[in-house]
Protein backbone atom coordinates (compact mmCIF):
# COMPACT_ATOMS: atom_id res chain seq x y z
CA UNK A 1 0.00 0.00 0.00
CA UNK A 2 0.62 3.48 -0.42
CA UNK A 3 2.69 4.98 2.74
CA UNK A 4 3.18 8.90 3.18
CA UNK A 5 6.00 9.88 5.63
CA UNK A 6 5.54 13.39 6.97
CA UNK A 7 8.00 15.67 9.11
CA UNK A 8 6.64 16.33 12.73
CA UNK A 9 6.93 19.78 13.76
CA UNK A 10 5.14 21.93 16.05
CA UNK A 11 7.33 24.73 15.91
CA UNK A 12 5.00 26.47 13.35
CA UNK A 13 6.96 28.44 11.55
CA UNK A 14 9.00 30.20 14.15
CA UNK A 15 12.56 31.49 13.28
CA UNK A 16 14.88 32.44 15.49
CA UNK A 17 18.37 31.59 17.53
CA UNK A 18 17.08 28.48 19.30
CA UNK A 19 14.57 27.09 17.09
CA UNK A 20 15.32 23.75 14.93
CA UNK A 21 14.15 23.64 11.68
CA UNK A 22 12.18 20.71 11.03
CA UNK A 23 13.27 18.13 9.01
CA UNK A 24 11.99 17.78 5.49
CA UNK A 25 11.09 14.00 4.41
CA UNK A 26 10.15 12.92 0.62
CA UNK A 27 7.12 11.14 0.03
CA UNK A 28 7.78 7.45 -0.88
CA UNK A 29 4.46 5.53 -3.13
CA UNK A 30 4.60 2.25 -3.15
CA UNK A 31 3.57 1.40 -7.17
CA UNK A 32 3.42 -2.23 -6.66
CA UNK A 33 -0.76 -2.67 -6.95
CA UNK A 34 -0.51 -0.07 -9.61
CA UNK A 35 1.57 -2.36 -12.12
CA UNK A 36 -0.59 -5.13 -10.76
CA UNK A 37 -3.90 -3.26 -11.85
CA UNK A 38 -2.25 -2.27 -15.42
CA UNK A 39 -1.01 -5.79 -16.39
CA UNK A 40 -4.92 -7.43 -14.80
CA UNK A 41 -6.25 -4.39 -17.44
CA UNK A 42 -4.04 -5.35 -20.30
CA UNK A 43 -4.84 -8.68 -20.23
CA UNK A 44 -8.73 -7.83 -19.79
CA UNK A 45 -8.68 -6.30 -22.55
CA UNK A 46 -6.55 -8.95 -24.91
CA UNK A 47 -9.01 -11.45 -23.56
CA UNK A 48 -12.27 -9.75 -24.48
CA UNK A 49 -11.32 -7.95 -27.75
CA UNK A 50 -13.00 -8.93 -30.94
CA UNK A 51 -9.72 -9.78 -33.65
CA UNK A 52 -9.83 -8.56 -36.92
CA UNK A 53 -12.22 -10.97 -38.64
CA UNK A 54 -10.86 -11.36 -42.39
CA UNK A 55 -12.66 -9.56 -45.17
CA UNK A 56 -12.88 -11.80 -48.57
CA UNK A 57 -14.23 -9.89 -51.87
CA UNK A 58 -17.50 -11.65 -53.92
CA UNK A 59 -16.44 -12.85 -56.94
CA UNK A 60 -19.15 -13.72 -59.79
CA UNK A 61 -17.50 -16.34 -62.32
CA UNK A 62 -19.11 -16.59 -65.71
CA UNK A 63 -21.49 -19.43 -66.03
CA UNK A 64 -19.87 -22.07 -68.12
CA UNK A 65 -21.10 -22.37 -71.98
CA UNK A 66 -20.01 -25.08 -74.68
CA UNK A 67 -18.27 -22.26 -76.99
CA UNK A 68 -15.12 -20.24 -76.12
CA UNK A 69 -16.21 -17.11 -77.87
CA UNK A 70 -19.44 -16.95 -76.23
CA UNK A 71 -18.19 -17.21 -72.32
CA UNK A 72 -17.76 -13.33 -72.22
CA UNK A 73 -20.36 -12.02 -74.92
CA UNK A 74 -22.21 -8.63 -73.83
CA UNK A 75 -25.19 -6.91 -75.45
CA UNK A 76 -23.77 -4.69 -77.41
CA UNK A 77 -26.49 -1.82 -75.96
CA UNK A 78 -25.75 -3.02 -72.34
CA UNK A 79 -21.58 -2.24 -72.77
CA UNK A 80 -20.39 0.90 -71.24
CA UNK A 81 -16.47 1.29 -71.93
CA UNK A 82 -14.66 3.57 -69.36
CA UNK A 83 -11.07 3.99 -70.35
CA UNK A 84 -8.93 5.61 -67.80
CA UNK A 85 -5.69 8.33 -68.80
CA UNK A 86 -3.12 11.16 -67.49
CA UNK A 87 -4.44 13.74 -65.91
CA UNK A 88 -7.69 12.75 -64.35
CA UNK A 89 -8.74 12.22 -67.78
CA UNK A 90 -11.72 10.07 -68.52
CA UNK A 91 -12.69 8.56 -72.13
CA UNK A 92 -15.72 6.47 -72.66
CA UNK A 93 -17.97 4.84 -75.54
CA UNK A 94 -21.09 3.02 -75.72
CA UNK A 95 -21.33 -0.39 -77.13
CA UNK A 96 -18.69 -1.90 -78.90
CA UNK A 97 -17.11 0.97 -81.53
CA UNK A 98 -14.40 2.69 -79.79
CA UNK A 99 -14.70 4.87 -82.91
CA UNK A 100 -17.27 6.85 -81.16
CA UNK A 101 -14.94 7.73 -78.29
CA UNK A 102 -16.00 10.64 -76.13
CA UNK A 103 -13.90 12.95 -73.08
CA UNK A 104 -14.68 13.84 -69.81
CA UNK A 105 -13.34 14.02 -66.35
CA UNK A 106 -13.91 12.12 -63.23
CA UNK A 107 -16.70 14.92 -62.26
CA UNK A 108 -18.74 14.20 -65.23
CA UNK A 109 -18.34 10.30 -65.45
CA UNK A 110 -20.57 9.79 -62.73
CA UNK A 111 -23.66 11.67 -64.87
CA UNK A 112 -23.00 8.99 -68.03
CA UNK A 113 -23.12 6.03 -65.75
CA UNK A 114 -26.30 7.61 -64.34
CA UNK A 115 -27.70 8.14 -67.59
CA UNK A 116 -26.46 5.01 -68.85
CA UNK A 117 -27.73 3.32 -66.12
CA UNK A 118 -31.04 4.45 -66.89
CA UNK A 119 -31.47 4.22 -70.24
CA UNK A 120 -30.39 -0.06 -70.17
CA UNK A 121 -31.79 -2.82 -69.16
CA UNK A 122 -29.81 -3.44 -65.54
CA UNK A 123 -29.60 -7.25 -66.32
CA UNK A 124 -27.59 -6.22 -69.74
CA UNK A 125 -25.88 -3.90 -68.23
CA UNK A 126 -22.03 -4.13 -67.90
CA UNK A 127 -19.41 -1.04 -67.27
CA UNK A 128 -15.56 -1.76 -69.05
CA UNK A 129 -12.72 -1.06 -67.19
CA UNK A 130 -9.87 0.02 -68.93
CA UNK A 131 -6.93 2.14 -67.03
CA UNK A 132 -4.18 2.79 -69.60
CA UNK A 133 -0.44 2.82 -68.55
CA UNK A 134 -0.65 6.63 -67.63
CA UNK A 135 -4.00 6.33 -64.91
CA UNK A 136 -2.92 6.02 -61.53
CA UNK A 137 -3.77 4.01 -58.86
CA UNK A 138 -6.08 6.58 -57.45
CA UNK A 139 -8.56 6.75 -60.72
CA UNK A 140 -8.50 3.00 -60.88
CA UNK A 141 -10.03 3.35 -57.26
CA UNK A 142 -12.21 5.89 -57.93
CA UNK A 143 -13.33 4.39 -60.43
CA UNK A 144 -14.13 1.45 -58.76
CA UNK A 145 -15.49 3.69 -55.87
CA UNK A 146 -18.01 4.98 -58.36
CA UNK A 147 -19.43 1.47 -59.58
CA UNK A 148 -20.46 1.12 -55.89
CA UNK A 149 -21.98 4.42 -55.38
CA UNK A 150 -23.99 3.85 -58.66
CA UNK A 151 -25.37 0.37 -57.94
CA UNK A 152 -23.20 -1.36 -60.86
CA UNK A 153 -23.65 -4.67 -60.24
CA UNK A 154 -21.43 -5.63 -63.45
CA UNK A 155 -18.37 -4.54 -63.92
CA UNK A 156 -14.96 -5.77 -65.37
CA UNK A 157 -11.61 -4.57 -65.51
CA UNK A 158 -10.04 -5.40 -69.02
CA UNK A 159 -6.74 -4.43 -70.64
CA UNK A 160 -6.55 -1.62 -73.12
CA UNK A 161 -6.69 -2.59 -76.74
CA UNK A 162 -3.75 -1.09 -78.65
CA UNK A 163 -6.55 0.23 -80.93
CA UNK A 164 -8.00 2.41 -78.20
CA UNK A 165 -4.75 3.53 -76.95
CA UNK A 166 -4.23 4.70 -80.34
CA UNK A 167 -7.32 6.47 -80.48
CA UNK A 168 -6.66 8.25 -76.84
CA UNK A 169 -3.61 9.30 -78.37
CA UNK A 170 -5.17 11.22 -81.25
CA UNK A 171 -7.94 12.46 -78.92
CA UNK A 172 -5.74 14.23 -76.73
CA UNK A 173 -3.63 14.99 -79.40
CA UNK A 174 -6.37 16.98 -81.16
CA UNK A 175 -7.41 18.91 -77.46
CA UNK A 176 -4.33 20.43 -77.56
CA UNK A 177 -1.88 17.67 -75.65
CA UNK A 178 -2.27 19.02 -72.03
CA UNK A 179 -4.82 16.38 -71.29
Known amino acids: MASLDTGG ?26 VDLGFLLITFFIFTTTMAQPTAMNLFMPKDVEKQEEQNKVKESGAFTIMLSKNDNVFYYEGLDPTQLKSTTFKGIR ?15 VMIIKP ?14 EMTINEIKRYAMV ?9 IRITEAASGGNN
Open 9 to 34: GDDHGKKGPGVKKAKKLSTRVDMTPM
Open 111 to 125: DEIIRKKQSTNPEDL
Open 132 to 145: TEDATYKNTVDILD
Open 159 to 167: DISPVEQEL
